[in-house]
T-cell receptor
Framework: DADVTQTPRNRITKTGKRIMLECSQT?????MYWYRQDPGLGLRLIYY???????NKGEISDGYSVSRQAQAKFSLSLESAIPNQTALYFC?????????????FGPGTRLTVL | AQSVTQLGSHVSVSEGALVLLRCNYS??????LFWYVQYPNQGLQLLLK??????LVKGINGFEAEFKKSETSFHLTKPSAHMSDAAEYFC?????????FGAGTQVVVTP
């Protein structure tokens, strides 16, 4: 089984709808991240969490919110989706305290906002 | 603030030829540097990383990269391209536990 899973893998929604993307990990890592990928822009950080009680905004947090429900779960919400939030979303984990500075990525969620 | 520049958004190489992907970074502290690969419809997979020590780093699938502090570069190479190397490649620098990515380079391998 994959160490980092994301649900759903694909989602089409309409402008103004609320949507939640979920991420779960079995790696036991403390740190979790949400990125979005757009063609020609690489990956940009939306939010990150260094432990269950820690939530931080990334480079492009406007229009998004997150919830760290447990060490293993980190959800990303779009309260009112808009078309320019159409992108590929990735969750990642790491844990420098376990000598794991590498970030491990989930398979991604492709979101389309009509 | 850290930043990453990848030269060339698309690279076409012949099967068996050298693959060279360029990455330059800016960092105010000694950098941790990464190369990731993304195959179609998949997530990102770590190819290799530099943290400390030897500046020539070997990764998976025959790739290697050399950290050159004086040139602020971390170019990725593979001596002989294979059709399975067709993918998008991302260079990234660690910035206080967060990754700053380059825009990516799409590699096409021709027979």
């Amino acid at each position: 089984d994959a160490d980092v899973t994301q649900t759903p893998r694909n989602r089409i929604t309409k402008t103004g709808k609320r949507i939640m993307l979920e991420c779960s990990q079995t790696k036991g890592h403390d740190r979790m991240y949400w990125y979005r990928q757009d063609p020609g822009l690489g990956l940009r950080l939306i939010y990150y969490s260094f432990d269950v009680k820690d939530i931080n905004k990334g480079e492009i947090s406007d229009g998004y919110s997150v919830s760290r429900q447990a060490q293993a779960k980190f959800s990303l919400s779009l309260e009112s989706a808009i078309p320019n939030q159409t992108a590929l979303y990735f969750c990642a984990t790491s844990d420098p305290s376990k000598d794991e500075i590498t970030q491990y990525f989930g398979p991604g969620t492709r979101l389309t906002v009509l | 603030a850290q930043s990453v520049t990848q030269l060339g958004s698309h690279v076409s190489v012949s099967e068996g030829a050298l693959v060279l992907l360029r990455c330059n970074y800016s960092s105010s502290v000694p950098p941790y540097l990464f190369w990731y690969v993304q195959y179609p419809n998949q997530g990102l997979q770590l190819l290799l990383k530099y943290t400390t020590g030897a500046t020539l780093v070997k990764g998976i699938n025959g790739f290697e990269a050399e950290f050159k502090k004086s040139e602020t570069s971390f170019h990725l190479t593979k001596p002989s391209a294979h059709m399975s190397d067709a993918a998008e490649y991302f260079c990234a620098v660690d910035s206080w536990g967060k990754l700053q990515f380059g825009a990516g380079t799409q590699v096409v391998v021709t027979p």
